[in-house]
T-cell receptor
C-alpha cells in the first residue's frame, strides 16, 4: 500500500531534550516536506527536500533540522525543543517539486507536547 | 499573514442542508487543491483545479476555481454526516526554479448532524 509513515504518533517530552520524528514513504517520491498544524494557522511548512541531499527552509524553520540521506526517509530533528514547538506535525511527499497538479500524500501526523 | 483566507472557519449544519466554503487570496495560483482531513489522520486530496473558471464535480461536491485563479469555492449539496471533517484549500505558487510551493488555508471545520 502506497503510504507515508511517521513515528512516533504521540510524544510528550521536556524542554531541551533532543528528539527525532521519523518519516518514510514507499512511493519513490522525490519531494518531501514537513508541516506543523496549529489551530487557526493551518499547515505551515517547516522544511522541504526536492531530492536526496537537497533540503531547504520553509516558512517556519527555526528550531528544526532535517536530513535527506535516502530518497525514502526524511527525519525531523528538534535539537532543543521548547514549549512553542508543541504542535501537530505532518510529513508529506509528492512525485516531484514541480507539477502544480501533483497530489501530495500526508502521513498520519505526530502530536508533540513539549513541557 | 494568511495568504489564503478560508471562510467560514466553522460550520455546523443539519443533514440534508447545502453549504459553500470559500477560499480567497490576492495571489494568483497555478493550481488549487482541496483536501479533507479527519481526526487523527493527515489531509487527503479531494480535487485539483488548474484552469481559471474550471468546475469539477465529485458526487455531491462541486469545486470551482475563480476566473483570475485567485479564489475557489467548495459547494456540498445535501450534506451527510460522513462529510464531517476539516476542509483545507491549498494554492500552488511558483517562487522559483520550477518548484511549486503549496500554501494552505487555515481550514473550515464542518460538522453535519443527523
Amino acid at each position: 500500500e502506497a503510504q507515508v509513515t511517521q513515528n512516533p504518533r504521540y510524544l510528550i517530552t521536556v524542554t531541551g531534550k533532543k528528539l527525532t520524528v521519523t518519516c518514510s514513504q514507499n512511493m519513490n517520491h522525490e519531494y518531501m516536506s514537513w508541516y506543523r498544524q496549529d489551530p487557526g494557522l493551518g499547515l505551515r511548512q517547516i522544511y522541504y527536500s526536492m531530492n536526496v541531499e537537497v533540503t531547504d527552509k520553509g516558512d517556519v524553520p527555526e528550531g528544526y533540522k532535517v536530513s535527506r540521506k535516502e530518497k525514502r526517509n526524511f527525519p525531523l530533528i528538534l535539537e532543543s525543543p521548547s514549549p512553542n514547538q508543541t504542535s501537530l506535525y505532518f510529513c508529506a511527499s509528492r512525485l516531484g517539486a514541480g507539477g502544480s497538479y501533483n497530489e501530495q500524500f500526508f502521513g498520519p501526523g505526530t502530536r508533540l507536547t513539549v513541557l | 499573514t494568511q495568504l489564503l483566507e478560508q471562510s467560514p472557519q466553522f460550520l455546523s449544519i443539519q443533514e440534508g442542508e447545502n453549504l459553500t466554503v470559500y477560499c480567497n487570496s490576492s495571489s494568483v495560483f497555478s493550481s488549487l487543491q482541496w483536501y479533507r482531513q479527519e481526526p487523527g489522520e493527515g489531509p487527503v486530496l479531494l480535487v485539483t483545479v488548474v484552469t481559471g473558471g474550471e468546475v469539477k464535480k465529485l458526487k455531491r461536491l462541486t469545486f470551482q476555481f475563480g476566473d483570475a485563479r485567485k479564489d475557489s469555492s467548495l459547494h456540498i449539496t445535501a450534506a451527510q454526516p460522513g462529510d464531517t471533517g476539516l476542509y483545507l484549500c491549498a494554492g500552488a505558487l511558483s517562487p522559483s526554479g520550477g518548484y511549486n510551493k503549496l500554501i494552505f488555508g487555515a481550514g473550515t471545520r464542518l460538522a453535519v448532524h443527523p
